[in-house]
């Protein structure tokens, strides 16, 4: 089965990038573009609502359009709309210091005033937030002047730069786009400070983002960009042959469509080229303690599951090696994360014996455990967009079989799998961390957020002591007292095998040989377009 799936493997997508105009009425208003001017970009999703203080637009479209007041980076945080700030002694108060001469792409200023309007409108939805603890410390945010605002929290706490760093929802937009003077019941507007703007968008066909020429950090080279839906799979990859999409990158709803051997074919062309980041995040499936009428219930059954799948194999015969094995939640490169955890290979053998010593008996003759009358019978979520997802789940149900476990593969929406999730309708779902900008701490700090992982750990034995240990670290400014409780944390949640880690993904850009500039923000869901540029 694993040398047929290779054939029809799959990396993640969001596509970019045309170099020659378009025929009519297939990526709106393209046809005369200039060569080199307009990147055209492939998108299983539309580009849904762009409002960035709610969560249901594009990242990626979204990271191009608002701007933050710190940008988060390899060397640490950076400014971007903030020039400089400064952290009281006690670590509850932020004071920023605005870059001047900038403007939202309505005209409207920004100033200390729109950063104030902007933040109370997210805070005044804090409940939405819940899973970004800097909503739930957030006390007050003062005007001192002009180009000075004051962030006031009612007690320390350290990623506080981190999580205003990320794309949404401590982003600015103008305004002008509020209704009523609030952003969380909608926008009249998409205006925000950052390098493209949109000028256009008809609903699951494209939208078109125009360079911002009054941009404060400089015009993008890339004057156009059009973000095109696409059916996934044969649909992207004809309309990457024909000329009409030839970049492509993971997005940030980890949907796959292309084809590992049609990639390989395109670089062997001579025209294309292949840049892979580093290690950002890790793929693997989210189990449900909460329910104690559900065999996946029991910390024994979730062992025996880590320990009947066989990451080796799907690293190099279903991601042909663009995915490293995963033992642990975090790879090692995470800040915290290198800590000493048991590592469960795969193993059979040891799986069988955990489910013989549970109670989980395979009488004679049958191919499915019982306990108390009752079967060994779990269900997992897939994304229907994602054909790698779907050839994973395949392939463990075949290997949890051989151990007396039955497990049932339903395939959904992203959006009907991230309600699951959130309400606790599952025993076993795909997910991935975070990623790299985020991790561990956004991800840590979602154990306790029911939009979240709530239903994942709340079940544990140990959950209040990992509630409290997670409260803890989110406001120790103490390097070695953060560092002892992001190791229990990992160890409470390693050893009841609630998150059960199958490979480390990366972002895999596939570009023409004459793109330059392409590089990787800190972050999974977005990339720096206006960096690109053709020779």
């Known amino acids: 089965m694993l040398k047929r799936t290779v054939i029809n493997l799959t990396v993640w997508i969001v596509s970019i990038v045309l170099l020659a105009a378009c025929s009519s009425g297939n990526t709106g208003k393209t046809e005369s573009t200039e060569k080199g001017k307009e990147l055209v ?33 390899e060397d640490g945080i950076k400014p971007l709309l903030a020039e400089s700030w400064e ?5 509850m108060v932020y004071t920023f210091h605005l870059r001047k001469n900038v403007k939202f792409h309505d005209g409207e200023p920004f100033n200390a005033e729109a950063v104030k309007k902007n933040i109370e409108a997210v805070q005044s939805n804090a409940s939405k937030h819940s ?38 929802p401590y982003v600015f937009i103008s305004p002008n786009n509020f209704i009523n003077g609030e952003t969380k019941n909608g926008v009249n507007g998409f205006d925000g400070t950052g390098p493209y703007k949109l000028s256009e968008h008809k609903v699951d066909q494209y939208a078109v983002f125009e360079a911002n020429e009054a941009y404060w950090g400089g015009s993008p080279k890339v004057k156009k960009l059009t973000a095109k839906v696409l059916a996934t799979g044969e649909t992207t990859f004809l309309a990457l ?6 970049f492509v990158f993971t997005d940030d709803r980890g949907t796959d469509s292309l084809d590992v051997e049609a990639i390989k074919k395109l670089v062997d062309s001579g025209e294309y080229q292949i840049v892979r980041s580093k290690a ?14 559900r065999p996946v219930y029991e910390t024994a059954v979730r062992e025996a599951i880590w320990h009947s799948i066989d990451r080796e194999t799907i690293s190099k015969q279903i991601f042909n090696g663009t995915e490293s094995a995963a033992h642990t939640l975090f790879s090692a490169n995470v800040n915290y994360a290198n800590v000493d955890l048991k590592k469960r290979s795969y193993d059979l053998e040891t799986a069988n014996r955990i489910l013989n010593e ?35 789940a395949e392939f463990i149900q075949d290997s949890l079989k051989k151990v007396g476990m039955q497990l049932e593969l339903i395939g959904e929406e992203s959006s009907s799998i991230a309600n699951r999730r959130s309400t606790g309708d599952y025993d076993l779902l795909f997910n991935q961390t975070w990623g790299l900008a985020y991790d561990p701490q956004s991800t840590i700090a979602s154990f306790t957020a029911k939009p979240s992982y709530y239903y994942t750990t709340s079940g544990i034995a140990k959950s209040d002591e990992l509630y409290k240990k997670i409260d803890q670290v989110m406001v120790s400014m103490d390097e070695k007292n953060r560092t002892s409780l992001y190791a229990d944390i990992l160890k409470i949640v390693h050893d009841e095998a609630v998150f059960i880690p199958i490979t480390n993904g990366s972002v895999t850009i596939v570009a023409p040989k004459e793109l330059k500039g392409i590089s990787f923000k800190q972050t999974q869901f977005e990339l720096p377009f206006d960096r690109m540029y053709f020779e």
């Open 41 to 73: 970009y492939a998108t299983a999703k539309d580009i849904n609502d762009m409002n960035p203080h709610l969560y249901a637009g594009s990242m990626p479209a979204q990271g191009i359009v608002y701007e933050s007041l710190v940008e988060n980076t």
């Open 241 to 246: 042959k024909k000329g009409e999409v030839n």
């Open 280 to 293: 950002m995040n890790t793929k693997m499936i989210v189990a449900n303690s909460s329910k104690s009428d």
């Open 358 to 392: 549970a109670g989980w008996i395979l009488e004679k003759g049958q191919a499915v455990r019982t306990k108390n009358g009752s079967k060994l019978a779990m269900k997992l979520y897939y994304d229907t967009n994602s054909s790698s997802q779907k050839t994973q």
């Open 131 to 168: 899973w970004i603890k800097l909503s739930t410390k957030l006390v007050s945010c003062n005007v001192l002047d002009p180009y000075t605002i004051q962030l006031v929290l009612s007690e320390a706490y350290y990623p506080t730069l981190l999580e205003l760093s990320m794309t949404r």
């Open 87 to 91: 952290v009281s002694n006690d670590g």
